[in-house]
């Protein structure tokens, strides 16, 4: 197969936040500022202009707008618009394809625009929004470790899925871009509604993402080798690392599968599992960069990752082009995907909050296509309000208005709202009245889970194209999907971290300490406020973690370390001297329980805010302004109604932001009726 290569780059040291002087929109930690004096919710919801006659469009923009949502959320689809190579109709022909027509009606209802052009944007579309002919042509696609194409078994058709690494398949996507380009990025703010602009969409390598599904597409080898290159930086070390003497930086192969027996073998693994990190945001930068050569420079550009995101290679920390990286929710209301929502949204928030960015849910379900396990309006609302209740601060309906392939949107198709449209609106209501967007939940407690544990967890994955991104989004967790190999350090070490990290997690929910997860990686922006920091070093840690645990200490805050010492860096390689350690606190928890006990000792000597419920099965999360608590979530994710007894400090009246009830204090805590899988939005009065 031939192949057009390009030169390698290093990653970027700072995010590419659109701050020039040519910037036309800029982010804010509570929306989008801009450049009128004023700054936009995020409040958006999606609707498919060329799902709908033209004459409904209006119709179903404007019932958005009277739900309270501020932006309009579409795609632009590659394979609808593209007639043959380099000929598109953009509404020539068909009168649904007139795009620029569609943000106009927007931009005349009130409506800003989130712009998501692709080249991947799924929305249940065949091929994913590719055009055919790309999706089958040898050069753009990815590979097996056979050299055949990755297929991907996805209704109504299977079909071989592009290579991030292709130079083939990111030049046909420049060109797209351009021709998008030449007709809407004249009605970028403010001559028009378009205020921020996708980067591809759910870049998790088309959900086959196991270590060892792709990519070994000739393009994407000859980028391995270039990243062995930048980081051993000599053959030497490469040598030593992966324990070979013959191999060489021109002919180094990948590995094919998981065969480390020992810690010695694991940096081949590893090294592979981090450069798919690499592979991806490479490619979002090559993506970026062809966005702004065609036309819609002065946006921030955001991507969102799928369910499951943490399993898979997609790093923020390395997304250096993409200025807001979202999260998609699509959650069951049960206690497991409660806690889901928990983890991801707070490690989300938390560094988001670092980075003066405010926390999006780039796709929040509203309904679900039909041939996913359906998803109730019960389901749907609890999300949406769990996630906000952990920080989210800005979210897309997705979807707002309802179209083929999809149930349950709060709007018809045809632009009538439903009964859900209403309970929307009332919680938007409520946000905009309380300002949510604006408050801040205070979490003084981290529980750090380092990039290096989840690239091990991804090699030692143990169910082959049954990938880490499933099992995780079914609920389960590393104990349930990885090797059990104990890799001769006499326990399996994915399984030991994860068991060390849930043990301080289940304590914390029960005192109702609140906490936040924070990835290794965004370390420095995810540690503001803390007063806790507990990490564990089941895997490897990077000298550049421990270092940045170590000046953390220096400033008062606690370390927590555990179930030993490091004995790994980052590459899993045997340290070479011991860690200095002796800033941390090292607790093995030979007994579990043993966390309960720290978590106690910490809420008495740190002042800790808590907030306990009874049951232990409800939970409370508290956001505030300078003066105090303003808003109070109460979440009960079971599936039985629930009287719950709530302990809330300094707070004396509490009124029902959905409804007009209030609630006083009594005997030192507030007794409230929870119904099954719902959340009580309470303002403090």
């Known amino acids: 197969m031939p192949t057009r290569r390009r030169a390698p780059r290093p990653p970027a040291s700072t995010p590419a936040l659109a701050t020039e002087a040519g910037a036309r929109v800029h982010l804010h930690p509570h929306g989008l500022d801009l450049g009128d004096g004023e700054v936009l919710p995020l409040w958006a919801g999606a609707m498919h202009y060329w799902r709908h006659p033209r004459a409904e469009w209006r119709a179903g923009l404007e019932a958005m707008h009277a739900m309270g949502l501020r932006l309009v959320d579409t795609y632009v689809p590659w394979g609808v618009h593209e007639r043959g190579p380099g000929e598109y109709d953009f509404g020539e022909n068909d009168s649904r394809l007139d795009v620029a027509a569609f943000l106009e009606t927007a931009h005349e209802v009130g409506l800003r625009c989130v712009l998501r052009p692709g080249p991947h944007i799924n929305a249940e579309l065949t091929f994913f929004g590719i055009p055919e002919r790309v999706v089958w042509d040898p050069e753009c696609q990815a590979r097996t470790p056979g050299g055949h194409p990755v297929m991907l078994p996805i209704v109504p ?19 797209w871009y351009r021709a998008v380009g030449k007709r809407l990025s004249h009605l970028r703010w403010p001559e028009g509604p378009i205020v921020l602009i996708q980067v591809d969409n759910e870049g998790a390598l088309y959900f086959r993402d196991g270590a060892y599904d792709q990519d070994y597409h000739p393009d994407a080898i ?72 065609a036309g819609f420079d002065g946006l921030p550009t955001t991507h969102n990752l799928p ?17 807001l990286v979202g999260l998609d929710y699509y959650h069951h209301v049960t206690p497991a995907e409660h806690a889901m929502i928990l983890r991801r949204t707070t490690e989300l928030a938390c560094r988001c909050e670092g980075l003066e960015r405010p926390a999006f849910g780039a796709e929040v379900g509203a309904g679900f296509p039909p041939f996913f396990s359906p998803i109730d309006p019960r389901d749907s609302i609890y999300a949406l309000v769990c996630a906000m209740a952990y920080g989210l601060r800005g979210f897309n309906l997705y979807m707002a208005v309802e179209r083929d392939r999809w149930i349950g949107a709060p709007i018809d198709p045809h632009g009538r709202p439903r009964p859900l449209a209403d309970e929307y609106r009332k919680l938007l209501r409520a946000i905009e009245h309380t300002k949510l967007h604006t408050l801040h939940r205070r979490t003084q407690v981290r529980l750090v889970v380092p990039r290096a544990l989840r690239r091990l967890a991804r090699a030692m994955h143990a169910f082959g194209p049954v990938t880490p991104a499933f099992f995780n989004i079914i609920g389960a967790g590393w104990r349930e999907a990885v090797l059990e190999r ?57 000298p550049h973690l421990v270092q940045s645990l170590r000046d953390a200490a220096r400033t008062g805050t606690i370390v927590t370390m555990g179930p030993r010492a490091p004995l790994l860096d980052g590459a899993m390689r045997p340290l070479k001297r011991p860690a200095d350690v002796t800033a941390f606190e090292i607790e093995p928890l030979d007994d579990l329980a043993q966390a309960d006990a720290l978590v106690a000792k910490r809420v008495d000597e740190l002042a800790l805010p808590a907030y306990p419920v009874d049951p232990v099965d409800v939970h409370v999360a508290v956001h505030e302004d300078d003066a105090g608590p303003r808003v109070v ?23 029902d932001l959905l409804g007009d009830q209030r609630v006083v204090r009594s005997a030192g805590a507030f007794e409230l009726n929870v119904p099954a899988r719902t959340v009580r939005l309470l303002g403090v009065t």
């Open 157 to 175: 058709v299977a079909f071989p899925v592009p290579s991030y690494a292709s130079d083939a398949f990111l030049e046909e996507t420049t060109r």
């Open 222 to 293: 000859h980028a391995f080798r270039d990243f062995l290159r930048a980081k051993h930086r000599s053959l030497r070390n490469l040598r030593e690392a992966w324990g070979d003497e013959s191999i060489t930086f021109g002919t180094v192969e990948p590995p094919r599968r998981f065969d480390a027996r020992e810690v010695k073998d694991l940096a081949r693994h590893v090294d592979w599992s981090e450069f798919h990190e690499q592979l991806l945001s490479t490619a979002m930068e090559r993506m970026a960069e062809a966005l702004v050569d």
């Open 307 to 323: 369910l499951g995101e943490s399993a898979t290679p997609l790093n923020p920390a390395r997304m250096t082009a993409i200025d």
């Open 486 to 542: 104990d890799l001769g350090m006499g326990e399996p070490p994915v399984v030991a971290a994860e068991a060390y990290l849930r043990a301080f997690e289940r304590a914390l929910v029960t005192r109702g300490v609140p906490f936040a997860y924070a990835g290794g990686e965004t370390l420095e922006h995810s540690l503001h406020g803390a007063s806790w920091i507990v990490c564990t070093s089941g895997g490897g840690l990077k």
């Open 633 to 655: 979530f109460v979440m009960n994710p079971t599936s039985a109604d629930v009287a719950a007894r709530v302990s809330l400090p300094g707070v004396e009246e509490l009124s």
